[in-house]
Each structure stands twice: as C-alpha cells, then as structure tokens.
C-alpha cells in the first residue's frame, strides 16, 4: 500500500476503510474484517457512527500487528470544548480496544449557524488535541469538515497544525479553495464520500470514462482522488467492491480525463454545508 507523508512524518496508508453508516455490531464487524483481510491498513471511523466497538473487535481478531495499522475517529458535536474532549477520546479509546490512536479529528467545527463564540469553542477543542498529541496518546491530529476560513481561523491560535482536513471530495464537488489553503500548509486532505455516497456512479461522464479503461465508476473516483493529493476513504459493505476498490494501478488517468472530470458541474453534493449544519 502507498502512502502519504503527514506534516509530522507520520506515513499514512494512501487509501483508507471508510465506516460511516455501516451499522454497529455484525455488519461493521464483518465489513471491516473484509476490509482487513483485502489487504486495507487503515480504517477510519467515529464516535457517531456508533460503530467503534465492532471495529475494534474485528481488528483485535484480526490478530494483524497493531503497530502495522492506522486507526481514525472523530470527536463527535457534543463533547466539544477542552474537558470534555478529554473525556470523549478515552472513551473512543476505550471503545475501539486501543492504548493509542493514529489520528484523532475534530468532526465538524462549531459554526457561527448555531454558537456566537463558534471559533472559541474550535480553538479550546483544539487546545485539548494538542494535550493529548503532546502526551503521545495519538500519533496525528487533524480536523474534519473545515471550511477555508473557519481553517485558517484555527490556525491563528494553533500551536501544533492540524495534519488533515478530512471534507465530502469527489467528482462534483471539489471544494477547491479548502483544498488549496490545506495543500499550501501541507494539511493532507482526505476525501469522504470520495464516490459521492453513490450519488455520481450513475453520471454519463464517469459511465463512459469508467468503459474506456475497462474499469468502474467508484475505481475511477478513488483514482482521481489520489491524483489530486487526496487521500480517498471509500466505504463498502460488499466484499467485491471493498476489495476492487484497492486495485486501481492497472489503469490511468491521463491529464485529459483529470480536467474532464474537474470540469464536471456540481453533482452529489451530499446538502451538509459546514456553516449551516444543525448538528
Ligand atoms: P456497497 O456497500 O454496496 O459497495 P462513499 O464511499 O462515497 O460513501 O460511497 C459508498 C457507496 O458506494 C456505498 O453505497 C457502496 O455500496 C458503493 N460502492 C463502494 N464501492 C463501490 C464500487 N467500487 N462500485 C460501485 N459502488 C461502490
């Protein structure tokens, strides 16, 4: 497996196990013990998806060498703020059968929608990321879902940068300004929903281009992903799709199909926009 470097030299697997709405209990477990046994190093979770304890069993189970492995998940809405944050990462801890964590996210940020001191929340949460980063209770810290400003708002009161941004990328939906202002301050940005959810595997574009190189669709999106910098974290409960979606050197992009698929309009935007969510 490839991989990118962090901006504390942490080398991340280039393509991770997404896990968001894949249900607690069987289907997780099963999915993420598919996802091991295929070969994936890195799977990413979150305390909200309610999963984390059935991805820790199955990564107990799967008897791979801890130390060969990159294990994510996120600080859910509620438990912003510094003591609280605290608490909520022993807990994930705790659920996922860990004594460390690869990277630790930030969510979402608390937003100028729903708090007036939104960015003071962001920079306390923060201060406690970097508690723990400095305690060695996590090998990276990152953020998830941070727009450009709302980014570069943290950054003015961080001490340690994040290393990630985890935001929706995929064929029509590029965010590019976030994209950029991470890329210029060496903030890897992972990609969720990099196949739209499945909203775009439909698109005549990525149909006929996916036909071309005798490939699909959701192979295609990963591809592009990772020719942006990106580092996708496709999600799949069907053992075929979880495993095609790591064999994807068998074919190129070349820089023709790049800009065709950068010039799509907008399509799949999953409706979660960062400043207005509710939650
Ligand atoms: P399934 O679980 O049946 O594989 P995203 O990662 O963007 O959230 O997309 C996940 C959705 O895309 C799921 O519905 C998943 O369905 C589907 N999916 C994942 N990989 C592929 C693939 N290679 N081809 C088609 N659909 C895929």
Redesign the pocket.
């Known amino acids: 497996m490839k991989s990118f470097k962090l901006n504390n030299g942490i080398e991340i697997p280039a393509i991770g196990f997404?896990t968001?709405q894949i249900p607690d209990g069987q289907e997780a477990y099963q999915a993420v013990k598919e996802a091991l046994d295929a070969g994936y190093t890195h799977i990413d979770t979150a305390a909200i998806y309610g999963n984390e304890k059935s991805v820790g069993k199955a990564i107990k189970d799967s008897g791979l060498d801890r130390n060969s492995l990159f294990i994510t998940t996120k600080l859910w809405n509620t438990e912003r703020g510094y003591e609280k944050t605290i608490a909520a990462f022993e807990k994930s801890l705790a659920d996922l059968q860990l004594d460390y964590l690869d990277l630790y996210l930030i969510h979402w940020p608390a937003n100028e929608t729903q708090f007036e001191n939104w960015a003071q929340i962001n920079a306390d949460t923060w201060r406690a990321f970097e508690h723990l980063y400095q305690q060695g209770k996590i090998r990276a810290i990152g953020v998830s879902n941070f727009p450009k400003d709302y980014l570069a708002k943290l950054l003015e009161s961080a001490t340690v940068i994040p290393a990630v941004n985890q935001i929706e990328f995929?064929p029509g939906y590029l965010q590019e300004d976030t994209v950029a202002l991470c890329q210029s301050n060496d903030i890897l940005v992972q990609a969720?929903?990099?196949?739209?959810?499945?909203r775009i595997?439909q698109n005549e574009t990525l149909v006929t281009l996916a036909k071309e190189k005798n490939t699909?669709?959701?192979?295609i999106c990963i591809k592009f992903a990772l020719s942006q910098g990106i580092l996708p974290?496709?999600?799949?409960?069907?053992p075929e799709?979880?495993k095609?979606?790591l064999v994807i050197d068998y074919f190129d992009l070349t820089a023709d199909d790049i800009k065709t698929i950068r010039e799509l309009s907008e399509l799949g935007f999953s409706g979660s926009d960062p400043k207005k969510v509710a939650f």
């Open positions: 997404g968001w995929h969720w929903s990099p196949l739209g959810s499945g595997l699909s669709v959701g192979q974290l496709p999600k799949s409960t069907n799709n979880i095609r979606n």
